[in-house]
């Protein structure tokens, strides 16, 4: 009897990062999740999603050789665009300075997908920092992710812009299931009571109520770290914000498909669909 193959390895899950509002921490924090999820041996892939306005190679102080629009243009194998600033973790670094996503043809979109899709396969979690709002490169990715990750704060405009991006996600794309990190947040009364905030209404109006993965602190190592260029984790790994960010990522870890051999998650819908995600 001829040995059973052995069974595909499962997807790697795709997470988008967002926000309603701009300046809420963001890519700090998609960059620190993905520096922590590859310090424990996890192959991370992160996506610089803001099309027009990259921000992780500053944040890291890399020189890139070149951009998804890049690969985009001239197609070629986007591996060689990425750039490893740490074992385990690959960027797909953005250009910036070039309109936004509403640029991208419907064949711009779907190599985009063929893009992620291929890269994805080296991968264990593919993590998408996308740009704030409701623009279409943020509907896009977060449509053709598997779990939609959203950055609050206590600015009472992050809570209604929030609201915003998780009515369009649940009414247009038939989102059911959102996640909500709490930045710059006093304590995790505050986180508890913005989230609840954002609940009340989703709840209320769209019959959603997004889960509370946790919070990270306001803390000026965070902002000390932008201005260095040096990731949180490695330039002050001790501090609240930096054991919280390590605290959420291992949370997030516990989205990953298990092991090899067990039954695949169902294939991902077609983001330009506007597909339906468990
Ligand atoms: N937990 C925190 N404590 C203190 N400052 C923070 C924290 N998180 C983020 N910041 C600061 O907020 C500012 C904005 O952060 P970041 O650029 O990551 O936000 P963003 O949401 O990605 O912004 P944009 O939408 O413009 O891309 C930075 O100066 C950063 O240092």
Redesign the pocket.
């Known amino acids: 009897m001829s040995p059973k193959p052995s069974p595909a390895p499962p997807p790697a899950p795709f997470v988008a990062v967002s ?1 309603g509002k ?8 998609a960059l620190n999740l993905a520096l922590a999820m590859a310090g424990v041996g996890r192959r991370i892939l992160l996506v610089d999603g ?1 099309l027009g306005l990259a ?1 992780i190679d500053v944040m890291l102080g890399l020189d890139v050789r070149g951009t998804i629009r890049d690969v985009l243009a001239a197609g070629g194998d986007p591996r060689e665009v990425l750039v490893t600033p740490a074992p385990n973790l690959a960027v797909l670094p953005a250009s910036s300075g070039v309109p936004d996503m509403a640029a991208l043809g419907p064949d711009d979109r779907s190599a985009l997908e063929e893009v992620l899709e291929d890269l994805a396969a080296d991968h264990d979690l593919v993590l998408v920092d996308t ?2 709002g409701i623009g279409p490169s943020v509907l896009w990715f977060n449509a053709f992710a598997d779990r939609n990750l959203l ?1 609050l704060t206590p600015d009472p405009t992050s809570l209604t812009d929030a609201y915003a991006l998780v009515k369009v996600l649940c009414r247009e794309h038939h989102r059911r299931r959102v996640t909500v990190v709490a ?2 947040v006093r304590d995790d009364r505050e986180a508890r009571r913005i989230h609840d905030n954002l609940a009340r209404v989703t709840e209320r109006f769209l019959g959603l109520r997004p889960e509370l993965l946790g919070a ?5 190592a ?2 000390r770290a ?1 201005r260095a260029q040096v990731p949180l984790l490695r330039n002050d790994p001790d501090r609240p ?1 930096a054991r919280a960010v390590r605290e959420l990522a291992e949370r997030i870890l516990t989205w990953l498909p298990r092991a090899r051999g067990q039954a695949p998650r169902p294939a991902r819908a077609h983001a330009r669909e506007g597909g339906h995600h468990p």
């Open positions: 926000s701009g300046g809420v921490g963001k890519t700090s924090l803001d921000n740009a704030a950055v930045n710059m990270v602190p306001r803390d000026p965070v902002e932008v914000a």
